[in-house]
């Protein structure tokens, strides 16, 4: 499709040139719906779509036509223009149509920025178009949250827009009504509606569009599923996922962002259904380098002033404790529940996929990790370093499959959706390696879920020895002071097992080389989820003298997989135990994990 020259001089336009040529500051995912923008422009007529450049600038006119700002300094009582990121955004949705219906192509929209950057007062005043210029007869619009007091926030903007001795008049002369818990426009019996999860009813409602407001803190899919089931008799209903960035990276919102993310990379199927606008900063970029801000606010300098933003900067480092929410609020970064370990930006920036080759090319060490028999264990292989000195980490890890969905339940982790997700995934084996990795490449998945209410160490014991011999390991460690039949096997069965105290003592250099690995880039571990959730509840405890352990900061969390890693690498560094007849738990300086 070749745009007119109208297009081409509109705001929606500029801004996705601008974005291209780089005179307007974005991340990397910014950059990629940009691109996918014109991709859609070049193969419109052959994937049955066209852009309807009336009706997209037909919302963005809406919004300075008929909404006033009604807070703010210096723009209270002043028209409502849309930033040209947000122009963007809904000349996309209502623009793009399909030839044959007419019909809108978009339903879904995933919308990440930091806060303060305008997505209450976007959303009210979107929620205010549908119901009165979208075609669309007693239009249904939810803002859905977790409580409904959040969901109030986005419906009290737009309630603000009619009411407010500052607001724009010509919304009450064209049908807009307040009551205590509506919007109502006469003109077509259009509603919008505050819908919390703890809201007393959730029945009877029939969505045209859902506005899933700060999706981050909603724990599960229950208000969203309801209400696109809730839509299924509308003609073009709109799902709208608006957020900032959280503190679980095992949420509904993390996973279903992975796999927007996935579609803009081209690792994931197409949706041409679905719209992505991530704000956020690139792998590597410096978080306190006041210039990478701007990717992750794009109203930086256009409301939001930098002065406010390195006055909020200054309190993190003045108050470390305000350091998370600095990170997650103003800079729309993930971060962990509490202070990691290792923290997740920097885990993440080792998870290419985990080669296989390398194991067998220079060597590996394995480490098991004898649990409780009802809790993960898991046996893992560390390769020695390569050239690069970078070193691959692959984990099996093993729970009871009779327990897996109460164990989800109470973690609050999808352990059966991992025991259905194929290791393959995360790793990467070479083409003359595949014969002898066909387990591998089709049966190993990322949770091993053995028959019972037990972990079966039978089956632990068939895993580790065939991956011992596969992956050409040079020795198994384990702890020596919970050892059972299964390593008693393992030696009759011809492996190497070398012993391992889980003190403190032993633990310190491999723990800290492991820290070194990882903030240089050098730990490949694929991305695996499991061991990505694992870190978020895996902490330190430091004794006087400076020596470290990992340790567990809540009961639901687990972190197993991450105690084989550290000991795989005590065998990369050789590190060895002293011989001694005394028991360990007789020494009053031993420090163990819990």
Same mark, same amino acid.
């Given at each position: 499709?070749?745009?007119?020259?109208?297009?081409l001089?509109?705001v929606?336009?500029?801004?996705?040139?601008?974005?291209?040529?780089?005179?307007?500051?974005?991340?990397?995912?910014?950059?990629?719906?940009?691109?996918?923008?014109?991709?859609?422009?070049?193969?419109?007529?052959?994937?049955?779509?066209?852009?309807d450049?009336?009706?997209?600038?037909?919302?963005?006119?809406?919004?300075?036509?008929?909404?006033?700002?009604?807070?703010?300094?210096?723009?209270?009582?002043?028209?409502?223009?849309?930033?040209?990121f947000q122009?963007?955004?809904?000349?996309?949705?209502?623009?793009?149509?399909?030839?044959?219906?007419?019909?809108?192509?978009?339903?879904?929209?995933?919308?990440?920025?930091?806060?303060?950057?305008?997505?209450s007062?976007?959303?009210?005043?979107?929620?205010?178009?549908?119901?009165?210029?979208?075609?669309?007869?007693?239009?249904?619009?939810?803002?859905?949250?977790?409580?409904e007091?959040?969901?109030?926030?986005?419906?009290?903007?737009?309630?603000?827009?009619?009411?407010?001795?500052?607001?724009?008049?010509?919304?009450?002369?064209?049908?807009?009504?307040?009551?205590?818990?509506?919007?109502?426009?006469?003109?077509?019996?259009?509603?919008?509606?505050?819908?919390?999860?703890?809201?007393?009813?959730?029945?009877?409602?029939?969505?045209?569009?859902?506005?899933?407001?700060?999706?981050?803190?909603?724990?599960?899919?229950?208000?969203?599923?309801?209400?696109?089931?809730?839509?299924?008799?509308?003609?073009?209903?709109?799902?709208?996922?608006?957020?900032?960035?959280?503190?679980?990276?095992?949420?509904?919102?993390y996973?279903?962002?992975?796999?927007?993310?996935?579609?803009?990379?081209?690792? &994931?199927?197409?949706?041409?259904?679905?719209?992505?606008?991530?704000?956020e900063?690139?792998?590597?970029?410096?978080?306190?380098?006041?210039?990478?801000?701007?990717?992750?606010?794009?109203l930086?300098?256009?409301?939001?002033?930098?002065?406010?933003?390195?006055?909020?900067?200054?309190?993190?480092?003045?108050?470390?404790?305000?350091?998370?929410i600095?990170?997650?609020?103003?800079?729309n970064?993930?971060?962990?529940?509490?202070?990691?370990?290792?923290?997740?930006?920097?885990?993440?920036? &080792?998870?290419?996929?985990?080669?296989?080759?390398?194991?067998?090319?220079?060597?590996?060490?394995?480490?098991?990790?004898?649990?409780?028999?009802?809790?993960?264990?898991?046996t893992?292989?560390?390769?020695?370093?390569?050239?690069?000195?970078?070193?691959?980490?692959?984990v099996?890890?093993?729970c009871?499959?009779?327990?897996?969905?109460?164990?989800?339940?109470?973690?609050?982790?999808p352990?059966?959706?991992?025991?259905?997700?194929?290791?393959?995934?995360?790793?990467?084996?070479?083409?003359?390696?595949?014969?002898?990795?066909?387990?591998?490449?089709?049966?190993?998945?990322?949770?091993?879920?053995?028959?019972?209410?037990?972990?079966?160490? &039978?089956?632990?014991?068939d895993?580790?020895?065939?991956?011992?011999?596969?992956?050409?390991?040079l020795?198994?460690?384990?702890?020596?002071?919970?050892?059972?039949?299964?390593v008693?096997?393992?030696?009759?069965?011809?492996?190497?097992?070398?012993q391992?105290?889980?003190?403190?003592?032993y633990?310190?250099?491999?723990?800290?080389?492991?820290?070194?690995?990882?903030?240089?880039?050098?730990?490949?571990?694929?991305?695996?989820?499991?061991?990505?959730?694992?870190?978020?509840?895996?902490?330190?405890?430091?004794?006087?003298?400076?020596?470290?352990?990992?340790?567990?900061?809540?009961?639901?969390?687990?972190i197993?997989?991450?105690?084989?890693?550290?000991?795989?690498?005590?065998?990369?560094?050789?590190?060895?135990?002293?011989?001694?007849?005394?028991?360990?738990?007789?020494?009053?300086?031993?420090e163990?994990?819990?």
């Amino acid at each position: 499709m070749k745009p007119t020259k109208e297009m081409l001089q509109s705001v929606p336009f500029q801004y996705a040139n601008d974005v291209r040529s780089g005179k307007i500051v974005t991340g990397k995912y910014i950059k990629l719906a940009v691109e996918r923008f014109f991709r859609w422009l070049d193969t419109a007529e052959e994937d049955g779509y066209y852009l309807d450049h009336e009706a997209g600038m037909r919302v963005i006119n809406f919004f300075p036509m008929f909404i006033n700002h009604t807070k703010g300094a210096g723009i209270a009582g002043t028209p409502f223009n849309l930033a040209p990121f947000q122009q963007f955004t809904q000349y996309n949705l209502f623009g793009w149509k399909s030839t044959t219906t007419g019909h809108r192509r978009i339903n879904t929209i995933y919308d990440k920025r930091a806060k303060k950057n305008g997505k209450s007062a976007e959303m009210a005043g979107l929620s205010l178009y549908v119901m009165a210029d979208d075609d669309e007869y007693e239009a249904e619009i939810y803002v859905g949250a977790t409580k409904e007091d959040q969901a109030k926030i986005c419906w009290t903007a737009a309630k603000n827009f009619i009411e407010s001795p500052l607001a724009n008049p010509r919304l009450k002369q064209i049908g807009f009504s307040t009551r205590l818990k509506e919007i109502r426009f006469a003109g077509n019996g259009s509603k919008m509606m505050p819908l919390g999860g703890d809201s007393k009813t959730q029945d009877g409602i029939n969505s045209h569009v859902s506005i899933i407001d700060e999706y981050h803190a909603h724990k599960d899919d229950g208000v969203k599923e309801n209400l696109e089931t809730s839509s299924v008799l509308r003609t073009q209903p709109i799902t709208y996922h608006i957020t900032t960035a959280g503190t679980n990276i095992q949420s509904v919102c993390y996973n279903y962002e992975e796999v927007c993310k996935g579609v803009l990379l081209g690792t &994931n199927e197409e949706d041409d259904t679905l719209w992505i606008m991530i704000h956020e900063m690139d792998d590597g970029d410096d978080w306190q380098d006041p210039e990478n801000w701007y990717k992750c606010n794009p109203l930086l300098g256009q409301g939001l002033t930098m002065e406010r933003m390195k006055k909020d900067y200054h309190k993190c480092v003045l108050q470390p404790s305000k350091k998370r929410i600095f990170k997650t609020k103003n800079l729309n970064m993930w971060v962990d529940e509490q202070d990691p370990w290792i923290e997740n930006e920097v885990w993440m920036q &080792n998870s290419d996929k985990v080669k296989i080759e390398n194991f067998i090319k220079y060597g590996c060490y394995g480490a098991i990790d004898l649990s409780t028999t009802t809790d993960l264990t898991c046996t893992g292989f560390l390769s020695n370093p390569d050239e690069e000195g970078i070193q691959d980490f692959l984990v099996l890890v093993f729970c009871p499959k009779d327990t897996i969905d109460k164990r989800s339940k109470e973690d609050r982790v999808p352990y059966r959706h991992w025991s259905e997700t194929n290791m393959i995934d995360y790793v990467e084996v070479p083409k003359h390696l595949e014969a002898d990795f066909s387990h591998l490449i089709n049966d190993l998945r990322l949770l091993i879920a053995t028959e019972g209410n037990v972990v079966d160490y &039978n089956v632990m014991e068939d895993y580790s020895k065939k991956y011992y011999f596969l992956l050409k390991c040079l020795a198994f460690l384990f702890d020596r002071y919970n050892s059972t039949q299964l390593v008693t096997n393992l030696i009759e069965s011809g492996l190497e097992m070398l012993q391992f105290a889980q003190t403190t003592t032993y633990f310190s250099t491999p723990t800290k080389e492991i820290e070194k690995l990882a903030l240089s880039g050098k730990l490949r571990h694929g991305g695996n989820p499991l061991l990505q959730w694992c870190l978020t509840g895996c902490g330190t405890y430091i004794d006087p003298n400076e020596n470290v352990r990992l340790s567990k900061k809540h009961s639901t969390k687990r972190i197993d997989p991450l105690i084989t890693l550290v000991m795989a690498e005590a065998g990369v560094l050789n590190t060895e135990e002293p011989e001694t007849s005394e028991s360990v738990y007789n020494n009053p300086d031993a420090e163990f994990y819990a």
